[in-house]
């Protein structure tokens, strides 16, 4: 096992796993394996671990993306042509599929969320803070315990 750049070592574990999510926030894994440094706590997820949280993430910015009420979203023609391209390459955009815009399909329709198509105008990266969402609603965060800003990387083994 490699020792970590602070100068610890990893330590195999398995269980719970908390982490703290850029854009979702708190996120907890059961059952998770993965390793830590005993002295930084430093984590490393061995790749199954890392599919696992991209899942997770994936589930869980669904169901926040379908709280938001139908006034904050777009249909397609009116996110295109907010973006100033047509709705064809709007669907077939690779970044908004693999989620850079927030979107959600209803009855077959793919919806996309206002503040997300803005924040993509400019930066080209739509995706926020969810927490940044209209601080009224709350979303029942999946842990209640505040994270620390972890910082952790995937190795394949
Ligand atoms: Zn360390």
């Not at 850029?22 to 059952?31: R, V």
């Not at 908004?96 to 503040?115: A, C, D, E, S, W």
Request: proline letters at 4%; glycine letters at 8%.
């Amino acid at each position: 096992m490699c020792p970590c750049e602070c100068g610890g070592e990893y330590q195999k574990k398995w269980g719970a796993l908390e982490i703290q999510d850029p854009f979702i926030g708190p996120m907890k894994l059961e059952d998770a394996d993965y390793e830590e440094c005993a002295r930084c706590k430093d984590r490393i997820f061995p790749l199954e671990t890392a599919r696992a949280i991209d899942k997770q993430r994936e589930v869980l910015l669904n169901q926040i993306i379908k709280k938001q009420p139908l006034q904050d979203f777009f249909t397609a023609a009116e996110a295109a042509s907010g973006l100033g391209i047509t709705k064809q390459a709007l669907h077939k955009n690779r970044k908004v599929r693999r989620g850079f815009i927030y979107h959600t399909t209803l009855g077959g329709m793919v919806f996309y969320l206002k503040q997300s198509v803005a924040l993509y105008r400019e930066k080209g990266d739509g995706r926020l803070l969810l927490s940044e969402l209209d601080n009224s609603r709350s979303y029942e965060p999946v842990s209640t315990r505040r994270g620390v800003e972890t910082r952790y990387s995937v190795h394949e083994r």
